[in-house]
Each structure stands twice: as C-alpha cells, then as structure tokens.
C-alpha cells in the first residue's frame, strides 16, 4: 500500500519532514558548496531503489559514480540499473530534459518512486543577464516538474544554490519567490568546519527552525 511519505534514507531527515518526502510535491534542499546537498539526494535514491522503485535523476553538476557506488555499496551495480540519469550541458537542455523524463515515469520497466534534479539552478546562474526571461524558464521548468510529481504521484527533490540577499540581509535560496512558492518544504543546510545542520525552512505542518546536526560520512550521513 502506498503512503503518502517517501523515505529519504535517512531517520532524522524523514522525522524533520514529517515521515519523509510528499509525493505530489517538490521538496528542496539549498545551501553552500560542500553543506551535504548531493550526499541527501544520492542517499534518497538509494533508499528508492532498494525499495524496488526505479528514480529519475537529472544531474546538472557532474553525476558522481563513486560517491553513488559509496551510498549504494555492494549492491550498487544492481541498484544503477534502474537510475535514469540526466546530464543537461545547458539550461534550455535541462527544460528539455525534464519534459523528456515524462516518458519513463509512464513506461519506466519498474515504477518511478522519485524524481531528483541536483540543483535545478547551477544551469540557471549562467542565464541571470536575461533578467525576468530567466525567471520565467526556470518558473517554467519548477510547474512542469510539479506537474509530473502531481499525475504520476511521485515527491520531487530538487538542491538549489544560495545567494545573499543584501535587502533583507540574509542568504537564501536562488530563483527568488517563485522557487520557494512552488517548494512544498524547503531545508537550508548550513556548515560549520566538519559537522553541518539541516533546518526546516518552510512545511505545511511542522515548525520552522526545527533542525539537526550530521556529519558526511563515506556511506551518506551520521548525526551527531
């Protein structure tokens, strides 16, 4: 029987988003460089697939093998068959290919359990000189991928990068409201020297601020 969660792999990560990934929904996760964004999403799709499910994966940053062979261990190899891996090399490319993975949620040879885009806005900073015409493809690419989470019943899970916000003097998350309009729960990731502290942002249902500590081990994270 299907739950409305989907794990994330993790036990601390599913209790700060209340059991885990919504489906229909687009969760994301921003922060620096190196804050532990990629270790989630690799750890997230690994607990798919064991599951039984396959994943779509749209890598706009360099899909690590070794550090999917890591999270994945001895079963890795079994486990990549049914990863879907997307490489856009451009932004309009990344649009592309978002509308190009609709094909294998409907005809996928085992369920699609969960959509990553790891980060839906390194391909976007290259865009920022055309000003709103920006803005509006990324909004655009954000619809569609809530679209297929919504008809095919799937969470999405997106990284986005930061940016300080010099107006309200703070760092927050690139694409502006319209990104964190259609995230569903937002986690900001933020580190210090070798540990890192994920932070909910923004949920439907439980309080912003609530957080814990991990640090970055070889086979995903560890709390501390």
Same mark, same amino acid.
């Given at each position: 029987?299907?739950?409305?969660?989907?794990?994330?792999?993790?036990?601390?990560?599913?209790?700060?988003?209340?059991?885990?990934?919504?489906?229909?929904?687009?969760?994301?996760?921003?922060?620096?460089?190196?804050?532990?964004?990629?270790?989630?999403?690799?750890?997230?799709?690994?607990?798919?697939?064991?599951?039984?499910?396959?994943?779509? *994966?749209? !890598?706009? #940053?360099?899909?690590? &093998?070794?550090?999917?062979?890591?999270? =994945?261990? $001895?079963?890795?190899?079994?486990?990549?068959?049914?990863?879907?891996?997307?490489?856009?090399?451009?932004?309009?490319?990344?649009?592309?290919?978002?509308?190009?993975?609709?094909?294998?949620?409907?005809?996928?040879?085992?369920?699609?359990?969960?959509?990553?885009?790891?980060?839906?806005?390194?391909?976007?900073?290259?865009?920022?000189?055309?000003?709103?015409?920006?803005?509006?493809?990324?909004?655009?690419?954000?619809?569609?991928?809530?679209?297929?989470?919504?008809?095919?019943?799937?969470?999405?899970?997106?990284?986005?990068?930061? *940016?300080? !916000?010099? #107006?309200?003097?703070? &760092?927050?998350?690139?694409?502006?409201? =319209?990104? $964190?309009?259609?995230?569903?729960?937002?986690?900001?990731?933020?580190?210090?020297?070798?540990?890192?502290?994920?932070?909910?942002?923004?949920?439907?249902?439980?309080?912003?601020?609530?957080?814990?500590?991990?640090?970055?081990?070889?086979?995903?994270?560890?709390?501390?």
């Amino acid at each position: 029987m299907k739950t409305d969660r989907v794990g994330t792999g993790s036990q601390c990560l599913d209790d700060l988003l209340g059991g885990g990934l919504e489906r229909r929904a687009i969760t994301q996760i921003y922060g620096e460089p190196a804050s532990g964004k990629s270790t989630l999403c690799l750890m997230a799709a690994v607990a798919c697939l064991r599951a039984g499910n396959s994943v779509v *994966y749209i !890598d706009t #940053e360099g899909f690590s &093998v070794e550090r999917f062979a890591q999270i =994945a261990g $001895e079963n890795a190899g079994t486990l990549a068959d049914r990863l879907y891996l997307f490489e856009p090399l451009d932004f309009a490319q990344q649009g592309t290919m978002i509308a190009d993975s609709e094909g294998l949620l409907k005809n996928g040879h085992a369920p699609v359990g969960l959509l990553v885009m790891d980060s839906a806005t390194a391909l976007y900073r290259t865009e920022l000189d055309l000003g709103r015409e920006a803005i509006r493809k990324l909004s655009h690419h954000m619809i569609k991928l809530l679209g297929l989470a919504k008809k095919y019943d799937i969470p999405v899970l997106i990284t986005n990068q930061i *940016y300080m !916000d010099v #107006e309200r003097e703070r &760092v927050a998350g690139l694409g502006g409201t =319209a990104l $964190e309009h259609l995230s569903k729960a937002i986690i900001r990731l933020e580190k210090k020297d070798s540990v890192r502290r994920a932070m909910l942002r923004k949920h439907r249902s439980r309080p912003e601020g609530l957080s814990f500590d991990f640090v970055i081990t070889e086979d995903g994270i560890r709390t501390v």
